[in-house]
């Protein structure tokens, strides 16, 4: 497949099973995450201390709008850092924002909500402490699985379907 521009977006439709080519929120900056937020494909962007989250307003104009700007510098309680290289959603609301430092200071995941309000921040002192950031996240699951299924009467002592054939 080919781009058409360099700010378009590979994504996957779940009703046909296809890829195909979005075009992106325009706004790109130098970290860019793409994230589910409130059931919507969203984007997440930096530009040096501006956090830009934009949604998907309707997926066949491939029309975004801006939901929240967060300016990490009006966090007055929060360190001097030179940039961000990572971020990841908490509850929808609420964000970790990995935030690295000049070399002599430790570099410190900043913990914020999506309206900007300061929720504190963790030092990551170097050789003692190791970040991952992941883009998978557990969700609870729809489908029965064969040992959450209710046993019936008298059958505490009936061995799991797992363990059948062990």
């Not at 706004?27 to 994230?35: A, D, E, I, K, R």
């Not at 589910?36 to 040096?48: H, I, Q, V």
């Not at 709008?65 to 961000?84: C, D, G, H, S």
Request: glycine share 4%; proline share 4%; aromatic share 14%.
């Amino acid at each position: 497949m080919e781009t058409e521009t360099s700010m378009d977006i590979m994504v996957f439709d779940t009703v046909t099973e296809t890829f195909r080519w979005m075009r992106s929120s325009g706004q790109l900056g130098y970290q860019v995450s793409l994230w589910e937020m409130d059931n919507k494909l969203a984007s997440c962007s930096t530009n040096d201390a501006i956090i830009e989250i934009w949604m998907m307003q309707d997926y066949e104009a491939e029309a975004w709008a801006l939901k929240y700007r967060i300016n990490l510098l009006a966090m007055k309680t929060l360190p001097q850092f030179e940039y961000v290289s990572k971020m990841a959603l908490l509850n929808q609301r609420e964000l970790l924002i990995y935030c690295h430092t000049a070399s002599e200071c430790p570099d410190f995941m900043l913990h914020c909500d999506t309206d900007g309000k300061f929720l504190g921040y963790v030092e990551i002192k170097e050789g003692k402490y190791s970040v991952y950031f992941t883009s998978q996240y557990f969700q609870e699951s729809i489908l029965p699985l064969p040992f959450c299924e209710m046993q019936e009467e008298g059958g505490v002592d009936k061995e799991p379907p797992f363990f059948i054939g062990l």
